[in-house]
């Protein structure tokens, strides 16, 4: 049992800038010194293996944040640059032999960075308009997927590219829109309503998370979701009035937009009587299994939020571990023999939900096909929910990485089960990999796509 006397106390300093005081108050101290400097979890960490630099190491930027919360170092453009060249892929807890809640530290530091750091008119504008204007709200998102799919498929995006217009775009964007997917105003909700039956006896009754982009940009893989779900023996509801979850927020030090999304998601699925509380997407679910830390300060929304983040769960550890799963096979029509397949794990499904053997179970299961693990498979993308926006050179170096491993499978089909690792994935075959050859596809679709006998 712990001493209270040995538990190390924020020291009593006098720091005179805002920024400063800031991160005294919300940097959770005990974590900090938690961290005993071993050193193991710098092997794990994308950017100080990209870089060998300490400062750009998850020990490196602890000792950061220890030295400003003891006001032995002002928090300069410089510390602020480290907080932000972190992708948050949290690799840097399962190596942890302290248990530093690393990722909990990130983001207080940035949410105290954004609360006192004053962006230029136009960052600011942007950041308002898709924090606030856009993400929580799901009629605008639909506005914005019809827009979009228009832009797509009227001959407006073939216009775009042959008039070189996104030429006048920063160049890591320009690339990112040739590999989005078709997008839509038509979510899950709207193709196929609210609650879907279970096929054959019920195993249990499941509600869809079904994600804010998700849903405009991959509306079909959440469809595919609720498919295979009714397959598996899964009623699954999708409660309209859910919103976006947060996460987004929460990496980019809007936790109070964050907190406010969450509390609603908590009274909408509480409504909906509800086993599991099903995520398609590493990045939201991650988030969504904490919300019980994201809320545990807010005395109304606490205990509720212990019970949502009880309940959420990845759609393939659902299938692995309660599911009677269907039979799966690449068919003759596809291949003339066995298929290779490999998988890119989703860092927030692998270290934050600890899923990173359901899946592999289930592509498995798949009869005719062969799956090979990808070296370093556990290491980020650099899609990292924005990074590959925000900080393109590092998130392009740590890409071209991963396709050296990826090329090296030969593998027919790349699969993902997060959104932002299959566009960045796509991206990576795109610019290094066999393009034509290799394919890119979410898990669920990929499963879906092989179930022997749809009713
Ligand atoms: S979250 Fe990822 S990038 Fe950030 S310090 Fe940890 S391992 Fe490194
Ligand atoms: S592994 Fe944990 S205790 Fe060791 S240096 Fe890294 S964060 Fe600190």
Known sequence: MNNVSSIPRKPDVQLTSPLAQRL??????????????????????????????????????????????????????????????????????????????????IEQARDAIEDEV???????????TVFEGLFPHRKRLKVLGGALGFYQKSGLQKMARHSGVMRMFPKHLAEMEKVLPEASANGVVEQIGTIFPAKGETVARVALFRG????????????NTVKLLSEAGFEVVIPNEQVCCGALHAHSGEMELARSLARTNLSVFKEA???????????????????????????????????????VIDVSQLLHEHGRIPVFAETEERTSGTVTITYQDSCHLRNVMKSSNAPRQLMKQVANVNFVEMKEADRCCGSAG????????????????????????????????????????????????????????????????????HD
């Not at 599991?276 to 590493?282: D, E, F, K, Q, R």
């Not at 090329?407 to 034509?436: D, F, I």
Request: hydrophobic share 35%; aromatic share 6%.
């Open 212 to 223: 804010c982009i998700m849903d405009v940009l991959f509306a079909q893989t959440n469809v």
């Open 24 to 105: 005294h108050l919300k940097l959770d101290y005990d974590q900090l010194t938690n961290c005993m400097r071993c050193g193991f979890c710098l092997p794990a960490c994308p950017t100080f293996r990209e870089t060998g630099l300490e400062q750009e190491s998850p020990r490196g930027r602890i000792a950061l944040m220890k030295a400003v919360a003891d006001g032995l170092m002002s928090p300069d453009q410089a510390f602020q640059d480290q907080m932000n060249h972190c992708l948050g892929c949290r690799a840097c807890e399962p190596a942890c032999p302290a248990d530093v809640k690393y990722g909990q530290l």
């Open 386 to 453: 924005i990074y590959n926006v925000t900080q393109p050179e590092m998130a392009g170096e740590i890409l071209s990485h991963k396709m050296e491993h990826a090329n090296r499978t030969e593998a027919r089909y790349l699969l993902t089960s997060n959104p932002g690792c299959l566009l960045q994935m796509k991206l990576g075959v795109e610019k290094h990999g066999a393009a034509g050859e290799m394919e890119v596809k979410h898990i669920v679709d990929f499963l879906y796509e092989r179930i022997c006998h």
């Open 273 to 311: 009587g509800i086993d599991y509380i099903v995520s398609n997407a590493g990045g939201c679910g991650a988030l969504l299994v904490e919300y019980d830390h994201l809320l545990h300060e807010d005395s109304e929304h606490a205990e509720m939020a212990k019970w949502f983040a009880s309940r």
């Open 118 to 128: 004053k962006h230029r008119i136009p960052v600011r504008g942007l950041r308002r």
